[in-house]
């Protein structure tokens, strides 16, 4: 089968809401989401990215915009008309039927001969790692077998688009970052055009080729996982995507890429946003904590005291004060002597390139 | 959703349904609120003036009452005592078996069996009164022994309220509370009891219900006493032949029955803080009652059981003996003359309840799964007219019917058609409301699932959602079934000649003082009934895989 894009061109979807009137789920919506291609809508609960899906999957309809599959308009195409898989949050495992009923439903509804649907189901099933499970219901299931049923039950129909709406949220930490990497393998070697919802932003990293990340309703920012990380476009995105300090300062020179910013009662250097900087502008820096550094003694120009330090084993995570400001730094465990007590006294160094300014201009 | 409008099948199934709603329940209705207003054409409240000024009526209305209050607080009371030792006694399940058994006969049973046991226990020569306690001239006839019967009767419908309202209380609550360093009285009194407060209030709402329209034990216990409406006005009619003044008097139940109805489902029902979800809470973090009291507890459950085993074990003894309290020589006779003089009403019956099963249960499911699943004009009132006969008493759909179908076009007194309509339209509305609770619990996410596979609404409807509510389709057989062969107070009014039922056999046996017949055709009946639950339980468990939603307390309406 053809591998497929999907276009989702200016989708918007209002709600009338009991307390805050009338509210867009999603407003102009728009993705480019390349033939093989994983897309991830990653977002706080209520940013829209499930109302999002479930138009893509013609389960809702939008009130505006359009849907497009390999360039075919499928906007006013009901789900079952749109070759579709589709992973829910809660699974939505038939549960009068047997794991291989609830396997072979949509190829019974494609009204296949029997012994093709038994070498589909058998194959799917041998390929998520639930051989031999054919006889067993739902009920009996663990949460992760019951996932990889319902993705069996997604992937056997050989659908254009295969669509996750949260589906590793009822999973323990563990099982899910192990699903999340068979996900994320099982798309590659299908290679089939995915587009998946979730809140989790380590899980989004992990799956995607791409992440789109959602705000009230609207896309705020698209690109690499890197990407969002390194050059975020907005606080939010920087805040919801990682964790961060954000430091106050002020534009003292700009010379291409690099940027001098007097903050924390020194000089930093830091890299430029996409737009110009006038000196004298106040700004804000964004310092990931994994490049704050700590040093021992008080040999550089940024003093500080070790507030705090949570153990977490390869971790480390310090809160430290720093110029009146509290600063969040992380260090990888090097070993019992490595650690540095609450109270020391110590120096603050950012790294290298890891200093960012900001796109939004100060409000 | 889809609506009637783009959907032809859709459209045609609500017609129809309009249709046999607006001929079995609306029309009937009006026919007898026009018997009562209108008087040779012209209208008058003359006839209801009669009533109200009638100071015997008013009595019976005021008696109805009082025994309906009486029930509904008695029945509460002994339904929960049942609930929460059986949610909260930890008790074995061989144990919990034979409470369920022993409290879901009286609901199954014809509606004169603890009243012809109460006969036999504590009349004139009643077994414990006669012969244990050696008393002379009681009479058993009054409004104690038609409230203790009721209660008896009716209680499992409080039972069948509380006991998964009880289950489901998030048993976590009660153990916070009791980490909070509350006694276990305290934690009852401050949690537990609040949580099925609006549990409770349904279950007195519909125990009143069922007192208010009890046709059957007044009929045979309250006596000249203690008249009350149901048998006032069945007895206006078959006694003086006024058909008038028994549809008065039937309307003057409406009210109260209306006004009990509306409370239960649009108030009481609202008013739950615990949402019954079919699947059971974990286990009580710790024990919620003391040993002391859970053997309190038992001891009571097991005194109240045994008064209804004992009660059903005096009906089959009275059934094999030649006339009990005279002539205790074991006897097949009464057995010979319901499998002969009774047979035609035995087979008129099985005809009758064989041809309502289907129906109801066809009824109970297209109806339910229309109204919750499709968007067309009317569909609330569609689901509220529905449940008119079923919510109404007896004693009001009967006369209802009498008037209605009495004259062409629409002759249909006589004929098995009426009885049959009559039951379809009155307990198929159980299978409606199972149908309905079961399409709430199904996630939406099911259908949408299937949708997304590639099935069409049509496959969606027969491969995954009709499955699903299958459990409700049994409900609704089982039910009608049941009900068929059990139910008097409407049906009464609509045999004839040509068609008659057991139960009215049993009342005429009664009225002619052959108990011994009575008694074997109860024994009968129950026989038939408990073999059709257990047939109907066979097919639950077949059809309904695992991880199905368990359907349970579906007798209970």
Redesign the interface.
Same mark, same amino acid.
């Given at each position: 089968m053809e591998t497929i894009g999907v276009q989702v061109d200016g989708l918007s979807k209002r709600y009338a809401h009991r307390v805050k009137g009338e509210i867009y789920a999603a407003r102009d919506v728009r993705l480019d989401v390349r033939p093989g291609e994983f897309l991830t809508l990653l977002g706080p609960s209520g940013c829209g990215k499930t109302t999002t899906l479930r138009m893509i999957?013609? @389960?809702e309809k939008p009130d505006a915009g359009r849907v497009l599959f390999g360039g075919e308009d499928v906007t006013d195409l009901? &789900? %079952?008309?749109?070759?579709?898989? $589709?992973v $829910? /949050? %809660?699974y939505?495992? $038939?549960?009068?039927?047997?794991v291989f009923e609830n396997v072979a @439903?949509?190829l !019974?509804? !494609?009204a296949q001969a029997n012994d093709a649907i038994a070498k589909s189901v058998g194959d799917v099933l041998a390929l998520v790692g639930l051989a031999g499970y054919e006889q067993q $219901?739902? &009920? /009996?299931l663990s949460g992760g077998e019951q996932q990889r049923v319902a993705l069996a !039950?997604?992937i056997v129909?050989r659908p254009r688009v295969l669509l996750f709406d949260e589906p590793l949220s009822n999973l323990d930490a563990k099982l899910r970052v192990q699903m999340r990497q068979e996900i994320r393998d099982l798309q590659r070697r299908l290679a089939i055009t995915t587009i998946y919802v979730t809140h989790d932003q380590e899980e989004a990293m992990a799956v995607s080729d791409r992440i789109a990340v959602m705000h009230q309703g609207s896309v705020v920012q698209e690109g690499t996982a890197e990407d969002l990380y390194h050059r975020p476009a907005s606080r939010f995105v920087a805040q919801f995507v990682g964790r961060m300090n954000l430091v106050a300062g002020r534009v003292e020179s700009v010379a291409g890429e690099s940027v001098q910013i007097a903050a924390l009662g020194t000089q930093v250097s830091a890299r430029a946003p996409q737009r110009r900087l006038t000196p004298g502008e106040a700004v804000q820096l964004i310092v990931r904590p994994e490049s704050v550094e700590l040093l021992r003694g008080d040999g550089g120009p940024l003093r500080a005291t070790v507030v705090s330090r949570t153990f977490l084993g390869e971790k480390i995570e310090y809160v430290v004060r720093c110029a009146g400001e509290e600063l969040q730094a992380v260090r990888y465990n090097a070993g019992a002597g490595d650690l540095i007590p609450e109270g020391a006294a110590v120096c603050v160094r950012f790294a290298a390139d890891a200093v960012t300014v900001l796109a939004e201009p100060q409000a | 959703m889809k609506g009637a409008r783009n959907d032809p099948a859709v459209a045609a199934a609500v017609f129809v349904l309009w249709a046999l709603l607006a001929l079995f329940v609306i029309y009937p209705l009006a026919m007898l609120f026009a018997r009562v207003l209108t008087d040779q054409g012209g209208f008058t409240t003359a006839g209801l003036a009669t009533l109200l000024t009638d100071r015997h009526q008013i009595r019976a209305f005021f008696n109805s009452l009082l025994l309906a209050l009486m029930v509904g607080t008695a029945g509460t009371v002994l339904g929960f005592l049942f609930a929460f030792t059986a949610a909260r006694g930890r008790l074995p399940r061989w144990l919990l078996t034979i409470i369920d058994a022993a409290v879901l006969l009286p609901l199954v049973s014809p509606p004169f069996t603890t009243a012809i046991a109460m006969i036999f226990s504590f009349g004139p020569r009643g077994l414990i009164t006669y012969d244990l306690l050696g008393l002379k001239g009681v009479t058993v006839y009054g409004l104690a022994s038609t409230f203790s019967s009721e209660v008896l009767t009716f209680f499992p419908i409080a039972y069948l309220t509380l006991r998964p309202l009880l289950a489901a209380i998030d048993s976590n609550v009660e153990g916070m509370a009791f980490s909070l360093g509350a006694s276990r009285w305290r934690v009852f009194r401050t949690v537990t009891l609040p949580l099925t407060i609006p549990g409770l209030a349904n279950a007195f709402l519909l125990l009143f219900a069922a007192s208010l329209a009890d046709f059957a034990t007044p009929l045979i216990l309250a006596g000249n006493q203690f008249p009350v409406l149901p048998t006032q006005a069945y007895l206006q009619i078959t006694g003086l032949f006024d058909l008038r003044g028994g549809a008065i008097l039937s309307l003057a139940l409406l009210l109260p029955a209306l006004a009990v109805f509306l409370l239960q489902r649009y108030w009481v029902s609202r008013r739950y803080y615990v949402t019954i979800t079919g699947k059971g809470a974990g286990h009580t973090p710790f024990d919620s009652i003391s040993p002391t009291v859970r053997a309190v507890l038992l001891a009571a459950c097991a005194a109240i059981a045994l008064v209804v085993v004992y009660f059903y074990l005096l009906l089959l003894y009275a059934s094999l003996v030649v006339a009990l309290g005279a002539d205790h020589a074991f006897t097949l006779r009464h057995y010979r003359v319901i499998f002969t003089d009774g047979w035609k009403a035995i087979g008129d019956t099985l005809i009758i309840a064989g041809l309502a099963m289907p129906l109801g249960g066809v009824y109970g499911i297209l109806l339910g799964y229309l109204v919750t699943k499709k968007a067309f004009a009317g569909r609330r009132a569609m689901e509220l007219v529905a449940m008119i006969n079923y919510a109404l008493p007896g004693t009001i759909v009967g006369i209802a019917y009498l008037i209605a179908f009495n004259e062409a076009p629409l002759e249909l007194t006589g004929t098995a058609l009426i009885i049959v309509a009559c039951y379809v339209f009155r307990y198929g509305p159980t299978g409606i409301r199972a149908t309905v609770a079961l399409l709430q619990q199904i996630d939406k996410s099911l259908e949408e699932a299937s949708q997304g596979l590639g099935a069409g609404s049509g496959a969606t409807f027969r491969r995954v959602t009709l499955p699903l509510i299958m459990p409700a389709f049994f409900a609704g057989l089982g039910v009608v079934f049941i009900r068929s062969m059990t139910a008097i107070s409407a049906t009464i009014f609509l045999v004839s000649i040509g068609w008659t039922l057991i139960t009215v056999r049993i009342l005429e046996n009664i009225t002619e003082l052959s108990l011994g017949p009575a008694a074997a055709f109860s024994v009968l009946v129950v026989a038939i009934v408990f073999a059709v639950i257990a047939l109907i339980g066979w097919a639950l468990r077949r059809f309904r895989a695992p991880g199905a939603m368990p359907m349970t307390s579906l007798l209970g309406g």
């Open positions: 999957a013609g @389960y009901p &789900a %079952n008309k749109r070759n579709i898989g $589709f $829910f /949050q %809660n939505a495992l $038939f549960p009068h039927l047997s @439903y949509g !019974r509804v !494609r $219901f739902s &009920a /009996q !039950r997604a129909i | -």
